[in-house]
């Protein structure tokens, strides 16, 4: 499944730059993830929820909605952390990272609508520092190479750029 879904990954978002929102939602010292099929250089990638802007709508509206969709939660988006620019050979993505506060909803593995048949999110979970120690680190989002507790990525501040195998 993971070489069909890195395809479809690659394929949807490929050969663009891509402008996504992500929430940081710490609940009990753990912090939610969600494990994405295809993303990443490893079969998958566990990273907080989030999503590519719409055209139309602010940051804030969108994160909301991809939380919504993604976890079925409601949330309440508070103050942006850092910015993390991504690239490798197929995909470029800008995130903006916000803390959200969780206020309504119950936690519950949804779907990803950009993705349409081809799903990618295929489980979620708290991670405290045990569960982050746990997973290799070629399969978390790379903001956790530079914390090892889930409550330090609230102190990650200004600008991070992880680049594998950039196209020059």
């Known amino acids: 499944m993971s070489l069909k879904a890195k395809s479809s990954v690659n394929d949807k978002f490929g050969g663009n730059v891509r402008v996504r929102v992500v929430g940081i939602l710490i609940e009990n010292n753990k912090i ?12 998958y990638l566990w990273s907080p929820p989030g999503g590519g802007l719409e055209f139309g709508t602010d940051a804030k509206m969108n994160l909301v909605r991809e939380f919504k969709e993604e976890t079925h939660l409601k949330v309440k988006v508070k103050e942006l952390l850092f910015i993390n620019e991504f690239m490798d ?13 969780k206020i309504g909803g119950i936690l519950k593995l949804g779907n990803d609508p950009e993705m349409g048949n081809e799903q990618i999110l295929t489980d979620l979970a708290f991670f405290g520092e045990k569960e982050l120690q746990n997973e290799h680190k070629s399969r978390l989002h790379n903001m956790f190479h530079a914390i ?8 990650l501040k200004g600008y991070f750029k992880f680049v594998i195998n950039s196209i020059k």
């Open 148 to 155: 090892n507790k889930p409550l330090e990525v609230l102190n």
């Open 32 to 43: 939610l993830l969600l494990k994405h099929m295809g993303v990443g250089s490893d079969d």
């Open 89 to 101: 050979n197929h995909i470029h993505a800008i995130e903006l990272f916000y803390e959200v506060e």
